[in-house]
């Protein structure tokens, strides 16, 4: 292999690195179509008889169809994602049933999957065993809850 092929697959290398090193610092899917391009470029370097300055525009064509063709659309969906609710953030807005009473002095229980969870009321009432209650804080290990008008229990 040529000296020269060897010092231009280390400059695309290089960019590539440089790009996705960015990306990961800054999430903005702008820099990532730039490691993809470079990372082509690098195959391209091994062409015979293609000029360094073609690999070049090759790089600068695919980067900007990367960009403005694929970012827009993974964009939505990266926003779509966010609403997600995980872990304790799921659990707000849950309807339950207690299986313990709590009262001002003491933590009441609800079983929420498989999980029992503490308990207690978010204005001091007594939530009694049997009744729904809705989630609406977790504080630490202890979800607050208030007692439900109405309605079914949803886990």
Same mark, same amino acid.
């Given at each position: ?19 996705v090193v960015v990306e990961v610092m800054t999430p903005q899917l702008v820099s990532?179509? /730039? ?9 391209? =370097? ?5 000029? /360094? ?14 960009? /403005? =063709? ?22 707000? +807005?849950? !309807? ?11 933590? +009441? ?10 308990? !207690? =009321? ?7 065993? +049997? ?8 504080? +630490?290990? !202890? ?13």
């Amino acid at each position: 292999m040529a000296t020269e092929t060897i010092i231009i697959v280390c400059v695309w290398a290089a960019i590539t690195v440089a790009s996705v090193v960015v990306e990961v610092m800054t999430p903005q899917l702008v820099s990532i179509w /730039f490691a993809i391009a470079a990372a082509v470029c690098i195959g391209l =370097s091994f062409i015979p008889g293609l000029p /360094f300055w073609g690999t070049i525009i090759i790089f600068g064509v695919l980067s900007v169809i990367l960009l /403005f =063709s694929l970012r827009p659309t993974l964009t939505k969906l990266m926003k779509r994602n966010k609403d997600l609710k995980t872990n304790v953030d799921s659990l707000l +807005g849950k !309807k339950v049933r207690m299986i313990a009473t709590s009262d001002f002095d003491d933590l +009441g229980q609800a079983k929420v999957g498989d999980v029992v969870w503490s308990v !207690k =009321s978010r204005d001091g009432e007594t939530l009694k065993e +049997g009744e729904i209650v809705e989630i609406v804080d977790v504080d +630490g290990n !202890k979800l607050i809850a208030i007692p439900c008008a109405e309605g079914e229990e949803n886990d």
